[in-house]
Structures are given as structure tokens and as C-alpha cells.
């Protein structure tokens, strides 16, 4: 069992930055690949970033199409976190951000179903 907790979520002006932490508690992130998703007000949860567990080579990470280029997903097994790097933010990434933490740790997860364990989530909101 792994318990997961966001942060770092905020009200942001159109261009801006922000940078999401996923802090876990109870087993170490080294056992799991991680993954952010958002939902927009009436809207399934999306898939936004993941990243892979693997030792001795660079971690795998992979994005959805709306964010390449301007969202950056790291990890940092030593602290047990996760992070999502945003830059210039918009409108439309307004949205609870959620991290999720995924057995199959050596493979990429897009879909909520892969995922097994889920934090609360946090508030982004770019006002234009």
C-alpha cells in the first residue's frame, strides 16, 4: 500500500509556471511507475505524463500530445517524490491534477486503469 499526496497546485496567469510535487508514504516509489492525469469540471480524467522505474539507465517518460514541449515529469526515488514541471501554462490546463502510482514499473501507463494507487489531487487554475 502506497499513500500519495499532492501539492504545489495554485492559481496561475496564462504563460506561468508551476511545479507539482507527489510525495509517497508507506512503500518507496522505487517499486512503481508514476503518472499525472487532470479532470477538467465535466470531463473524464485525462492522461497527462508518466514516467518509468529502472536502474543503471535513463528513466522512460511519456506525455500526452497537449503538453509535450511545455510539461516535465522527473522523479526522484531518494525523496520518495514526484514532480510535473509546468511552463506556459493556459487556460485550458485548468484542471485537478492527480498523481498515481502503478505496479508495472518498468512500462508506461496512460489509461486510469493502470494505475493502482491515487492521490487526492490539486488545484491548477490559469486564468487567461
Known amino acids: 500500500q502506497v499513500h500519495l499526496v499532492e501539492s504545489g497546485g495554485g492559481l496561475v496567469q496564462a504563460g506561468g509556471s508551476l511545479r507539482l510535487s507527489c510525495a509517497a508514504s508507506g512503500r518507496t516509489l522505487s517499486s512503481y511507475a508514476m503518472g499525472w492525469f487532470r479532470q477538467a469540471p465535466g470531463k473524464e480524467r485525462e492522461f497527462v505524463a508518466a514516467i518509468t522505474w529502472s536502474v543503471g539507465s535513463p528513466y522512460y517518460a511519456d506525455y500526452a500530445d497537449s503538453v509535450k514541449g511545455r510539461f516535465t515529469i522527473s522523479r526522484d526515488n531518494a525523496k520518495n517524490t514526484v514532480y510535473l514541471r509546468m511552463n506556459s501554462l493556459k487556460p485550458e490546463d485548468t484542471a485537478v491534477y492527480f498523481c498515481?502510482?502503478?505496479?508495472?514499473?518498468?512500462?508506461?501507463?496512460?489509461?486510469?486503469?493502470?494505475?493502482?494507487?491515487w492521490g487526492q489531487g490539486t488545484q491548477v487554475t490559469v486564468s487567461s
Open positions: 498515481a502510482a502503478r505496479g508495472g514499473k518498468y512500462t508506461i501507463g496512460v489509461v486510469t486503469s493502470a494505475y493502482d494507487y
